[in-house]
Structures are given as C-alpha cells and as structure tokens.
C-alpha cells in the first residue's frame, strides 16, 4: 500500500509538472505503449526487452518509436529529462538516448559520444537549417553500471545546460535555430542503428525551460528508484 501511494503522488507531482511526453519505461512489458503525459503519444517497442527497472537495449538494432507530433517540436524552448544506465560503451559509435532526427534534418537529440576525447560523454545536437550539426558536450565521460540522471535545457535566446544528476555541468550559448520536422521521436538508438547497451527507465521532454529548481525536484522524486 506505502508503494502504491508513494507512485500515485510521483504520478501527480509529474503531471503537474505539465511534460509533452513523459513515458515511464519501467512500468509496461508491452510491444506497445501509451505515453502517461496528458498527450497519449503510441510508442512501439523494437526490440528492447522489458524489466522491473526499463527497458534494456541490446547495443545494435533495439529502439523504440513516437510518431512525430507537433508537441514533440522544439520550436522556442525545451527541456528533456532521462534516467539512463550504460552496460558497455563504444570508442567507434555514438549511442542515442534520444532523438527526433532524420539524417541531417534533426530537431534534437542526446547521445553518449564516441570517438578520441570524447568517448562516454554527454552530448546534446541538433541541426541548423542549413545542415550544421549544433553542439553541447560534456567535459567527462560516464561510467558503465551506474545510473544517472541527463537532461538539457534550451531557450530561445541561446542558453544551453547540460545536467547530470540536477547539477549544471557544462553551459554555453548556441544559436536556436531548430526548425519543426516531421522525423519520430526515437529512443535508444537511432532507429535501428547506434543504439545503446544499456537500460532506459524514463524520458520526459518539456516545451518549456525548467529551472534549476524543478530539475532539481524531478531528480530527488526519482532517483530512489533507481540509486
């Protein structure tokens, strides 16, 4: 009984919280699921096998896909929210937490980076009009078999933070040129390709700038599901 009341008020304080999608991974087996935002978004699981604490993608080929919608633009502002744990990591690709992209045509997306100095690093991307791949990554790698809490936010004037359990790691101004596109929201890989070894519990995207305050509050009403 304690657990259920300690879930339904989870439940109230997100929703009050007013996100675009929230999907709580943990809580569905199904090859299909329901966002629990007030949207309804149909999210349709490839492969990423269920569990008590996510869904657990293979590394390759498991992702999961939300039809584009208009809520899911960023067009002004927006903050995105993650609890993610990495099995393995590659030096040679990049693994996608979450993404609204197609090709170079790309609203957002947050990865794990690879490649020499940047391998395990948070990165926030998105692409300009003209194809220019816009970035914010972090100055240190995450460690495999350890949950953590990544986010970003992005306001129309250009401030960008990167989070990493509720604490600011690396700010900076980028210009917010994103453009609406038509591409699904993908998460855990990038369609069927560069997709994380690791688990996904929950996502949460916001057409709003959260502040610091209420990153902070969404990372203590979480975290002890997972930590």
Excluded at 78 to 92: D, E, G, R, Y
Excluded at 188 to 194: K, V
Excluded at 204 to 216: A, D, F, K
Aim: glycine fraction near 10%; hydrophobic fraction near 40%; proline fraction near 3%.
């Amino acid at each position: 009984v304690f657990m259920k009341l300690k879930e339904l008020k989870y439940e109230r304080y997100i929703l009050s919280t007013r996100p675009v999608l929230w999907l709580p991974l943990y809580r569905s087996g199904g090859s299909v699921i329901r966002s629990a935002d007030g949207f309804g978004h149909i999210a349709t699981v490839n492969g990423a096998t269920w569990g008590s604490t996510g869904r657990i993608f293979n590394g390759s080929t498991d992702y999961i896909n939300i039809p584009d919608a208009d809520s899911l633009d960023a067009t002004t502002t927006i903050t995105i929210l993650a609890w993610v744990k990495a099995n393995t990591l590659s030096s040679t690709e990049s693994h996608h937490i979450i993404t609204k992209r197609s090709g170079t045509t790309g609203n957002y997306g947050i990865n794990l980076e690879s490649g020499a100095g940047n391998k395990d690093k948070i990165q926030f991307y998105f692409f300009s009009p003209a194809g220019t791949v816009r970035t914010l990554i972090a100055d240190a790698g995450l460690s495999t078999a350890t949950w953590y809490q990544v986010g970003i936010t992005f306001t129309s004037s250009g401030t960008c933070i990167l989070y990493q359990d509720a604490v600011n790691i690396k700010q900076a101004t980028i210009a917010f040129d994103m453009l609406a596109n038509t591409a699904p929201v993908n998460i855990g890989g990038l369609g069927a390709e560069e997709s994380l070894d690791g688990l996904i519990p929950e996502v949460w995207i916001y057409n709003r700038v959260l502040t610091p305050i209420e990153i902070q509050n969404n990372y203590l009403a979480t975290r002890w599901r997972y930590q």
